[in-house]
Nanobody
Framework: VQLQASGGGLVQAGGSLRLSCVASGRTFSSYIMGWFRQAPGKEREFVAAINWSGGSRNYADSVKGRFTVSRDTAKNTVYLQMNSLKPEDTAVYYC?????????????????WGKGTLVTVSS
């Protein structure tokens, strides 16, 4: 089972990036998929998550109104559209999969993790 994230890079404050995460090795259609991030010197934190149908989404307060999580179940892919980026959004972003929304919010017991992709926002 692999979760492969991509799309990170360097962007100026106010800019946009879209991250992608492709899941392989099994079908994730019944899983909630989402994103976490870890900034230098800080603990990993929840960013956003979406259920299998796309009908339920959850966001951290710090990104509400700026980030949008979506998924393409047929492609086993989850996306994170990041707009109005701020320097404090600089972090390594990780995708994850689990069957329980509360685990995303509490950042505990996540079933699957991908390797991260670095997002750097310059001021």
């Amino acid at each position: 089972v692999q979760l492969q994230a991509s799309g990170g890079g360097l962007v100026q404050a106010g800019g946009s990036l879209r991250l992608s995460c492709v899941a392989s090795g099994r079908t994730f259609s019944s899983y909630i998929m989402g994103w976490f991030r870890q900034a230098p010197g800080k603990e990993r934190e929840f960013v956003a998550a979406i259920n299998w149908s796309g009908g339920s989404r959850n966001y951290a307060d710090s990104v509400k109104g700026r980030f949008t999580v979506s998924r393409d179940t047929a492609k086993n892919t989850v996306y994170l559209q990041m707009n109005s980026l701020k320097p404090e959004d600089t972090a390594v972003y990780y995708c994850a999969a689990d069957k329980d929304f509360s685990r995303f919010v509490r950042n505990v017991g996540i079933d699957y993790w991908g390797k991260g992709t670095l997002v750097t926002v310059s001021s």
